[in-house]
């Protein structure tokens, strides 16, 4: 079993920055394929970027266009997503989200585990 939490959301303005992490605690994180998604109101959950268990391979929604950034650190059992140029349509929540195995990294149904999510919002 594999606990995942959220942090690092926020309000921040138009054209401003956060970074979220996601802190994994049980089985071995290295060994988990990650991933990043979000919710916006009244809409599906989105693909927003995954990463390899080594780290080594990244993934992006197609929105993202080079605006985000996934990485991670073994280490200490985290993955981060490091947002700039947000834009109110970024307004969402943001949901971490862990598989192991073979699987897509853009599908939701990929995933074993998830967060809680963190709330990020995008004035204008």
């Known amino acids: 079993q594999v606990q995942l939490v959220e942090s690092g959301g926020g309000l921040v303005q138009a054209g401003g920055s956060l970074r979220l992490s996601c802190v994994a605690s049980?089985?071995?994180?290295?060994?988990?394929?990650m991933g990043w998604f979000r919710r916006a109101p009244g809409k599906e959950r989105e693909f927003v970027g995954g990463?390899?268990?080594?780290?080594?391979?990244?993934y992006y929604g197609d929105f993202v266009k080079g605006r985000f950034t996934v990485s991670r650190e073994n280490a200490k059992n985290t993955v981060y997503l490091q947002m700039t140029s947000l834009k109110p349509e970024d307004t969402a929540v943001y949901y971490c989200?862990?598989?192991?195995?073979?699987?897509?990294?853009?599908?939701?149904?990929?995933?074993?585990?998830w967060g809680q999510g963190t709330q990020v919002t995008v004035s204008s």
């Open positions: 049980g089985r071995t994180f290295s060994s988990y394929r």
């Open positions: 989200a862990a598989y192991i195995g073979s699987g897509n990294y853009y599908l939701t149904s990929s995933y074993n585990y």
């Open positions: 990463i390899s268990t080594s780290g080594t391979s990244t």
